[in-house]
């Protein structure tokens, strides 16, 4: 009797130690005790078919590429799988406890509200959160949230990241391409227009100068006037045209003096403040200058034309490998949450997208606009002093 208590005893420390594969042997008296034995191999069979269970699904879990995270109801994180670990360099110790907005940076609900700051509410388009790895290069995310109630009855989110650094790569190639053929075929007909068209127009001009004096009909000599400066009309109008096509000056004199001499041609409808700061000695790929210079030419153009600003100020950036330019007015504004998107922001964020920058607007109805460009010109150490890692914890 006292030996097989003995062993139910021992079987009950092995359950209690993971070692679900082990049972009591049953005598032939079929008594209460083998009865009892027999319920405790029972939960033997169920505790080993449970490790087996959760075994697989940790297989599972640790086996897919995406990042998969486990958070409690605080965004504190409790697991993590193999592949998070691999990607952000992470240890499983240095994750647990921290708070998952510490590794990803972004907003990760498609449809949350967008809170109001002190000069009104902020919206950009950055579409993708990151995950910010311990060192390195942050990685742009799909995530996808889902709730999970665990067998215990917790509250907790499974949040799923999937890189997609290697899609928004071939996005940008594509783009680039696009964007960089539009402005040679801006340039090419830039010449044209300056080298065919104002050529003859200037040689017309010149064949109706020589027939003036030969002219002795007032009415003819005057409509022959009056053409001719309806044609130096012209030649200034193409020359206009030229120059927003393609300003000689932006190659020249660089992107400063190019924004200086475009918003002239808006003098008479607002006042324009230009500044600029350690940008003097920088240079700027040429790639990276025409976008800039593209994207003042469409903000000008809004805040005169639909915001009905009267006064621009634009400032010109750089700190630390960073270009900056901010574009603000004192126009009508708009509402950020609720506004059609034209084709004009959509190509400023095609550009921006393309050379990995990011497009930030601040606008608030009747109390004007702020509109926030940023390049990165060494990107790396600009991602990694914007992006902290959590700290290891003592």
Same mark, same amino acid.
């Given at each position: ?6 062993? &139910? ?25 083998? $009865?009892?034995?027999?319920? &405790? ?27 998969? &995270? ?5 965004? !504190? ?17 240095? /994750? ?16 949350? @509200? ?19 790895? !311990? ?5 742009? #995310? *799909? ?30 190639? #594509? ?35 020589? *027939?003036?004096?030969?002219?002795? =009909?007032?009415?003819?000599?005057? @409509? ?7 044609? @130096? ?17 932006? !190659? ?14 808006? =003098? ?13 000695? /920088? ?19 809004? =805040? ?21 330019? /901010?574009?603000?007015?004192? $126009? ?5 949450? *609720?506004?059609?998107?034209?084709? $004009?922001?959509? @190509? ?26 940023? #390049? ?14 959590? !700290?290891?914890?003592?």
């Amino acid at each position: 009797m006292d030996k097989r208590f003995k062993e &139910i005893s021992e079987r009950l420390i092995d359950y209690s130690q993971g070692k679900f594969d082990r049972r009591i042997k049953l005598s032939e008296d079929k008594d209460e005790i083998d $009865g009892i034995s027999n319920g &405790i191999n029972m939960l033997g069979e169920e505790l080993n078919e449970a490790l087996i269970s959760r075994n697989y699904l940790d297989s599972i879990f640790n086996s897919v590429s995406d990042m998969v &995270i486990v958070l409690d109801k605080k965004g !504190k994180i409790e697991d993590a799988n193999q592949a998070c670990l691999e990607q952000l360099l992470y240890t499983k110790n240095e /994750l647990l406890g921290n708070n998952f907005r510490r590794i990803c940076k972004g907003d990760l609900f498609i449809n949350k @509200n967008i809170k109001a700051g002190k000069k009104g509410v902020t919206t950009g388009f950055n579409e993708h959160p990151v995950m910010c790895p !311990k060192n390195g290069k942050p990685i742009p #995310v *799909n995530v996808h949230v889902s709730p999970f109630i665990n067998p215990g009855g917790r509250e907790l989110t499974v949040v799923c990241a999937t890189d997609i650094s290697p899609l928004i790569t071939r996005e940008n190639i #594509v783009m680039r391409a696009i964007i960089d053929t539009q402005e040679k075929e801006r340039q090419r007909v830039a010449i044209d227009l300056h080298d065919a068209l104002i050529q003859q127009i200037t040689a017309i001009k010149l064949h109706i100068a020589c *027939n003036l004096a030969s002219i002795k =009909s007032k009415p003819l000599l005057n @409509n022959l006037v009056t053409a001719n400066q309806l044609l @130096n009309t012209l030649v200034t109008d193409t020359r206009n045209i030229c120059f927003n096509i393609m300003p000689p000056n932006l !190659k020249e004199f660089g992107l400063v003096k190019a924004v200086a001499d475009y918003s002239l041609l808006f =003098s008479k409808h607002a006042k324009f403040q230009i500044y600029e700061e350690n940008v003097k000695s /920088l240079s700027l790929p040429e790639a990276v200058t025409i976008d800039l210079y593209r994207i003042v030419q469409e903000l000008i153009s809004n =805040s005169i034309r639909h915001g009905k600003a009267t006064k621009v100020c634009i400032r010109f950036l750089n700190k630390k490998n960073l270009f900056k330019m /901010l574009v603000e007015d004192n $126009g009508k504004g708009f509402d950020t949450q *609720n506004y059609k998107r034209g084709m $004009g922001l959509g @190509n400023i964020q095609g550009r921006i997208k393309s050379q990995n920058g990011t497009f930030h607007i601040q606008s608030t109805p009747l109390k004007g606009s702020r509109f926030s460009i940023t #390049v990165p010109l060494n990107e790396t150490e600009w991602l990694t002093k914007n992006f902290q890692h959590p !700290k290891r914890k003592k």
